[in-house]
């Protein structure tokens, strides 16, 4: 027998037997597509949630940053003496050093008054450190006294600032943040974290009018921007050997990695949707298993049958597993574009960057493909029971 | 060469207390292109004898050369291979039941599959032909009659050109009329081919087929006679 012939035609027998019994073949597609789903929007919310606490992080355009070591995530920062961004311009290539300021405040909605808590990000927005879209339009702007721009991406909670702001015709809109009345003279696109769902971008200066108790000597993070192609890991070290212990010296990469482990580690968000990923896959796999087992148990006289005129227990076997794997495919495919679809409603639902990746949707095959050869190959064990001695 | 040849075979199911010998130092040869009928009181070892024949069980005491095999000691896919050069006819038809008439017969070409796809199809449904079951190709074993599977079973016993066939009862759960037609055809074409035939049966209606005639009795053989009936047809 060739090889071909040795995987196609257990494959079609496979298929044969299956497709003999559509409503079992259905809930056997069933069953792997809800597995499939379950994964694919357990990995998913995990992903966005990840994304989503970093996307403050994301945002930020320098190559180099400096943070205080002990600080965990951007939401609650440890302090670093802010004569550090001065220290680093002794590099030739540091080009710009820009410290930035963290803090939450409360946030009044402008509609009816209720409050939530909202991140504030200070820095001195025209060096153009940060790389949120529409900061560039908004920059002159907040210059002005008490002035601020609101992240249009922000939960709807924080009111409908983007509609007002409109209606207005380019005069600012009026808010009050912590016990400071300020305007808002435009918008920005950052997204919510995890810390807080909504931002305010301010300068340096209002920043500091607004959160009076925090000393001028200190700041939260420093953003370092490098003359173009400059190697980011020779500065890296540089900066590390000109630095006191005081600061860790991290690439944008490192940064977001490190806000990232922090949620992936101090809270159970991972454990969660990895242990829900996993009841899925146990779940689908309980079910292949469960129409394998029975497709076998309830043809042992025919398995038994093949045995007697001559099939090895490899091809009987092969025959098991291409059953999972056609039920993998049949399954696979509807539960990703189910997810796909899922995806958009929930994400516009929640706020979450929600998606179909290529990545995602290759883990998920694999795993639904693991799932159904473990049910294959326990189930392939009754087998075994078909004895062709039986058969006279 | 014959097709079987028994020398001292001995058998028992059980162990310890329990064991009891269903076969006593059976001998007995089956030559080329020959019918033999098994005959003999139920719980006389004639199924047991005839899965030792087919490799359907591993060998005890004695040897057996099938096919020019000495399943004595033979590995699992030695009467793996083995089982692939006889034609087997069970009870019951044992059709699957999802394939139709004419890829169940194929199947037993699909074990080593030496033939293309095309060529197996060809031969099943010319085998089918022989058995007169040239209309009915592509129904499945549900849409025929009990003789027709039986047909069919024949058919899947023969399509591969095996040397032997060994056939449990074959007629067992046939009317009269269809289990003569069952068992003229297997003889017709087990003649044409040159096969040689191990059949057991309790139906006395169907001796007269047979070479020979083979009687057991408590996992011995008791006689091996001409058949009584007439001569051999
Ligand atoms: N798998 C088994 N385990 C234990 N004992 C068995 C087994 N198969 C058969 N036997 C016993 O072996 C003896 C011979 O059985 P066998 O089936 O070979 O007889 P038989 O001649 O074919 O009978 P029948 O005409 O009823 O089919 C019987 O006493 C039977 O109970
Ligand atoms: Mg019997």
Redesign the interface.
């Known amino acids: 027998m060739t090889l071909a012939d040795r995987i196609f035609l257990p494959l079609r027998l496979a298929w044969r037997q299956l497709r003999a019994e559509k409503a079992r073949l259905a809930s056997a597609i069933a069953g792997v597509m809800f597995a499939c789903v379950l994964v694919f929007m357990q990995l998913g919310f995990r992903a966005a949630l990840f994304d989503s606490a970093t996307s403050l992080i994301s945002a930020m355009r320098a190559e180099v940053f400096l943070i205080h070591p002990l600080t965990m995530a951007s939401f609650r920062p440890e302090p670093l003496p802010r004569a550090r961004a001065g220290q680093v311009l002794a590099l030739p290539e540091v080009m710009q050093a820009t410290p930035v300021y963290l803090a939450q405040s409360t946030w009044r909605s402008p509609e009816d008054g209720s409050r939530r808590t909202i991140q504030l990000i200070g820095f001195d927005v025209e060096a153009g450190a940060m790389a949120f879209t529409g900061l560039e339009h908004v920059a002159a702007a907040l210059k002005q006294p008490d002035s601020a721009a609101f992240d249009l991406r922000s939960r709807p909670e924080f009111g409908p600032v983007q509609p007002m702001l409109e209606a207005l015709g380019g005069r600012p809109l009026p808010v009050q943040v912590g016990n400071r009345r300020l305007d808002v003279v435009g918008t920005v696109e950052i997204g919510p974290s995890f810390g807080a769902d909504g931002n305010l971008v301010l300068n340096e200066t209002n920043f500091h009018r607004l959160v009076p108790e925090r000393p001028f000597s200190n700041t939260d993070l420093v953003a370092i921007r490098l003359q173009p192609g400059s190697d980011i890991a020779a500065v890296q070290a540089q900066l590390r050997a000109l630095l006191p212990q005081d600061v860790a010296v991290l690439t944008h990469p490192e940064l977001v990695a490190w806000e990232r482990r922090y949620w992936e580690t101090a809270t159970p968000i991972g454990f969660i949707f990895g242990f829900g990923s996993l009841m899925g896959l146990i779940v689908g796999m309980v079910i292949v298993y469960q129409i394998l087992f029975s497709d076998i148990a309830n043809h042992l006289r025919e398995y038994a049958t093949l045995k007697a005129i001559g099939y090895g227990n490899g091809y009987l076997s092969r025959s098991v597993l291409s059953s999972a794997f056609i039920l993998a495919l049949l399954g696979f495919i509807p539960g990703a574009v189910a997810s796909a679809l899922l995806y958009d409603v929930i994400g516009q639902a929640t706020f979450l960057p929600l998606g179909m990746t290529l990545d995602r949707g290759l883990t998920v095959f694999g795993l639904i493909f693991g799932m159904c050869a473990a049910a294959g190959l326990l189930a392939m064990r009754k087998l075994r029971d078909a004895d062709p001695a039986d058969m006279f | 060469m014959h097709p079987v040849t028994l020398e001292g075979v001995t058998y028992s199911y059980g162990s310890g207390e329990l064991r009891r010998a269903v076969l006593r130092d059976v001998s007995l040869t089956v030559a080329e292109g020959e019918i033999v009928l098994l005959t003999g009181p139920s719980g006389s070892g004639k ?1 047991t004898l ?2 030792l024949i ?1 490799a ?2 591993a060998m005890q005491q004695g040897s057996a050369r099938v096919l020019g095999r000495e399943l004595q000691g033979a590995s699992e ?1 030695a009467r ?2 083995l ?3 006889i034609g ?1 006819i ?3 038809h ?1 059709l ?4 139709s008439a004419r ?1 169940n017969v194929a ?2 070409l ?4 030496k033939l293309p796809e095309r060529q197996r199809l060809a031969e099943a449904d010319r085998m089918l032909a022989a058995v007169g079951l040239a209309e009915h190709l592509h129904k499945a074993p549900g849409q025929l009659s009990g003789g027709q599977r039986q047909r069919v079973a024949v058919a ?1 016993a023969l399509v591969a050109s095996p040397g032997l066939v ?1 056939a ?1 009862e074959p007629t067992a759960a046939l009317d009269k009329a269809s289990g003569q037609e069952v068992v003229r055809q297997l003889r017709d074409l087990a003649r044409s081919r040159g096969v040689a035939i191990l059949l ?1 049966t309790h139906d006395p209606r169907i001796l007269d087929i047979a070479d020979r005639v083979v009687s057991m009795e408590d996992g011995r053989i008791v006689s091996a006679n001409r058949p009584a009936e007439g001569p051999a047809a």
Not at chain 2, 110 to 113: K, Y
Request: charged share 25%; hydrophobic share 50%; glycine share 6%.
């Open positions: 199924t005839l899965t087919g359907l069980r896919a793996v291979a089982r692939r050069r087997f069970f009870q019951a044992n699957l039941g999802f394939l890829q199947m037993a699909e074990t080593e599959a899947r060994l449990d057991v």
